[in-house]
């Protein structure tokens, strides 16, 4: 299927099409190929950070994988579960139908965490470090892989008149005029996260697990705000309340209210302040210089000029008594005559 898709204000336009290529019957498209690559990109980043986070990468790899196949499983649950209407209670075997779309990123989080945790802790690997890892590399996937909504133009909000208001075939079917670009948002913000909390990962992370509470805590806040905006949101069956939205909202609750418990911890296994790595021996102390008194400001001078100094006064003066030899037999005799 191909979209017209329009940013008016802007004065863009791009035709997109959601099938990259056809193996025979058999359509690639884009949304999967993106999802990849943000995957692809995610574990590159792991495999390179790995080794600054004492992480062992071939028993990590072990756990990413697991951690893939229950994160698409339990995205796929989610969708399914919160979906309006009896579509997949009436067939079942449609639940099998990923091909066609239906995958809940709050169930794919949630699948990765719980079974890549669980391959971590059987591979005896630091979990917490592990969360931490993967919290960055959740960051760079969602970011990525927001783009495969674009190309289905999916995941876009309410309408709006600010300069960046998309519109395409899709977003008119639903609402009338511009609408929220909800999977740019989402884009922009995730790599944002990334950025900030790469660079607190490497220099300010004071305990393993640390880096992953404020992922969560980052995360949860826009979240809660993007999804306010959509137009799709699943929807809890009992109450009219847009279920990522609460898990958003009670994820960053959770999350703010262990930092707080735990802003005193110090125990790293990895990177992070080099104060809590020298505490806990991840590091040498950096040799302190010793202050030997020296002052040029108010005159002081290093021993060795100063050493220079008297040795050049003491030349001086055996120079003088080579010009009046006289002067000290004389002082002498007047010694004398005074003594006597």
């Excluded at 579960?81 to 809940?104: Q, R, T």
């Excluded at 990525?144 to 133009?153: A, S």
């Excluded at 300010?204 to 949101?233: A, N």
């Amino acid at each position: 299927m191909t979209h017209q898709v329009e940013f008016p204000k802007l004065g863009l336009s791009f035709t997109v099409n959601e099938t990259a290529f056809s193996i025979g019957s058999f359509e690639v498209k884009w949304y999967g190929i993106i999802i990849a690559v943000g995957f692809l990109l995610a574990l590159i980043y792991a495999a390179r950070s790995s080794k600054k986070m004492n992480i062992d990468f071939d028993k990590l790899f072990d756990a990413v994988i697991v951690g893939l196949i229950g994160s698409v499983i339990c995205a796929r649950l989610f969708y399914v579960v919160f979906y309006p209407g009896d579509k997949y209670w009436k067939n079942p075997l449609e639940i099998l139908n990923i091909h066609s779309g239906g995958l809940a990123i709050y169930g794919g989080i949630i699948g990765a965490l719980v079974f890549g945790g669980i391959v971590a802790k059987i591979r005896k690997l630091n979990v917490p470090a592990v969360l931490d890892l993967a919290s960055l590399g959740f960051l760079i996937g969602q970011g990525i892989g927001r783009w495969g909504n674009f190309v289905n133009q999916e995941a876009f909000g309410t309408a709006t008149d600010l300069p960046w208001g998309m519109y395409s075939d899709n977003t008119a079917l639903e609402v009338v005029g511009n609408v929220h670009p909800c999977f740019l948002y989402e884009s922009i913000l995730c790599l944002l996260g990334f950025v900030l909390l790469h660079f607190f990962t490497r220099k300010y992370r004071r305990y393993d697990g640390q880096t992953f509470l404020l992922y969560i805590v980052w995360y949860g806040v826009c979240r809660y705000f993007i999804e306010g905006l959509r137009t799709d949101s699943l929807l809890m069956h009992s109450a009219d309340f847009r279920i990522s939205q609460v898990l958003a909202a009670l994820s960053a609750a959770v999350a703010v209210i262990l930092l707080i418990v735990f802003r005193r911890r110090t125990s790293l296994s990895g990177c992070g302040s080099r104060k809590v790595m020298e505490a806990v021996g991840l590091v040498q102390p950096e040799p302190v210089e010793e202050d030997d008194g020296v002052s040029t400001i108010f005159g002081d001078l290093p021993p060795e000029e100063e050493q220079a100094e008297q040795e050049q006064e003491e030349e001086e003066s055996a120079g003088k008594r080579e010009e009046n030899p006289g002067s000290d037999n004389g002082g002498v005799e007047k010694e004398k005559e005074e003594t006597e």
